[in-house]
Nanobody, 119 residues
């Protein structure tokens, strides 16, 4: 089992920056993917960014060039550096952990942290 603990949400002005952190605890597979999804009011939960244990990243088009996802494998921690924030970035951000390779993996979700960007 894996538990995800998120931190770093808050209220910022448009153009500002924020860093989210998520640490995984439990039976962490050496091959895994961590990242972030978000859900805004009246919208479906969407992928923001992911990073595999080997370093491969994936970003939503809406955040490319503004957000950066990174990880510390030794600490089982993933970060999301959010720059040039826009009001449209306002959402609950959920940490994601895909634990294990191939078809034998399990998905886990953090509790969510609110990011609010004012205009």
């Amino acid at each position: 089992q894996v538990q995800l603990v998120e931190s770093g949400g808050g209220l910022v002005q448009a153009g500002g920056s924020l860093r989210l952190s998520c640490t995984a605890h439990g039976s962490i597979a050496s091959i895994n993917t961590m990242g972030w999804y978000r859900q805004a009011p009246a919208k479906q939960r969407e992928l923001v960014a992911t990073i595999a244990s080997g370093g491969t990243t994936n970003y939503a088009d809406s955040v490319k060039g503004r957000f950066t996802v990174s990880r510390d494998n030794a600490k089982n921690t993933v970060y999301l550096y959010m720059n040039s924030l826009k009001p449209d970035d306002t959402a609950v951000y959920y940490c994601y952990h895909r634990n294990g390779p191939g078809i034998l993996y399990h998905n886990y979700w953090g509790q969510g942290t609110q990011v609010t960007v004012s205009s």
